[in-house]
């Protein structure tokens, strides 16, 4: 089954008086277990098809299909069921909840999902630890680096065993080591897991660990090629 599959995507923003496409006629198909690297200049529809794909915006025309199920047409009721039980995300801006802990912002996704407390510490706790954070449960993340903040974020998608995860620059405000250890644990969860991997990123060594690497421009694909890992 394929993880995502988006058939003819198309997406256009205003910018003052200016119409930006955002995206062009976009046509991918993603297999489960895949990881795939997006690469491109900025403004070129990385993160707007990682958006589309995730159901954090909806494409003008085109459709969305995540493990089967089409999401463009959900109510937002629903698109938020479906990210909840399937879709995992790691942003740039890390996104985490100010007043709760790490572990807290970790588990609070379980939560929403009804997991028993106990089950919630227990693979939260595993969670950080996968990341590189034992011993930092307790910390708040004004409390954190850059980098730790980044690595509860990733924690927190991870933790519910989503599908896919969708990530966008996730090494963005790390160091060449930590990025390493992130990308290796990245692998590791899609090998281990067969959790679906799609990731946009200008760096060049986290496209070395993807399986599948496609360039974008002005809203197109305009290179889909395999590679060796």
């Known amino acids: 089954m394929n993880s995502v599959r988006c058939a003819d995507l198309r997406k256009t923003y205003k910018q003052g008086d200016q119409d930006v496409i955002g995206l062009d006629g976009v046509s991918l198909e993603v297999e489960q277990e895949g990881f795939v690297c997006l690469r491109s200049p900025s403004g070129a529809g ?11 915006d909806r494409p003008d025309s085109g459709e969305v299909y995540v493990a089967g199920k089409r999401i463009d047409n959900l109510s937002k009721g629903k698109l ?3 990210r909840l039980r399937n879709i995992g ?10 007043v709760l802990t790490a572990m807290e912002n970790v588990e609070f996704v379980m939560h929403l999902q009804g997991v028993p407390a106990p089950e919630r510490a ?3 706790g595993e969670a950080l630890n996968e990341v590189g954070l034992e011993g930092l449960e307790n910390r708040r993340p004004a409390k954190m680096s850059g980098g730790q903040q980044q690595r509860v974020a990733v924690a927190r998608a991870i933790v519910s065993r989503p599908a896919i ?11 060449s080591s930590s990025a390493r250890h992130l990308m290796a644990l990245f692998a590791r969860i899609n090998e281990t897991r067969g959790t679906t991997f799609v990731i ?7 496209m070395s660990y993807a399986k599948r690497l496609i360039r974008m421009r002005d809203g197109k694909i305009v290179e889909d090629q395999l590679q060796e890992t």
């Open 80 to 82: 938020a069921e479906m």
């Open 200 to 206: 946009a990123t200008h760096d060049e060594m986290v």
């Open 165 to 175: 995860v969708l990530a966008d620059e996730p090494t963005a405000n790390l160091d």
């Open 89 to 98: 995300f790691v942003f740039q801006a890390y996104n985490l909840i100010p």
């Open 122 to 124: 227990k693979r939260a």
């Open 46 to 56: 990385k993160t707007t098809l990682l958006n589309a794909m995730g159901g954090l």
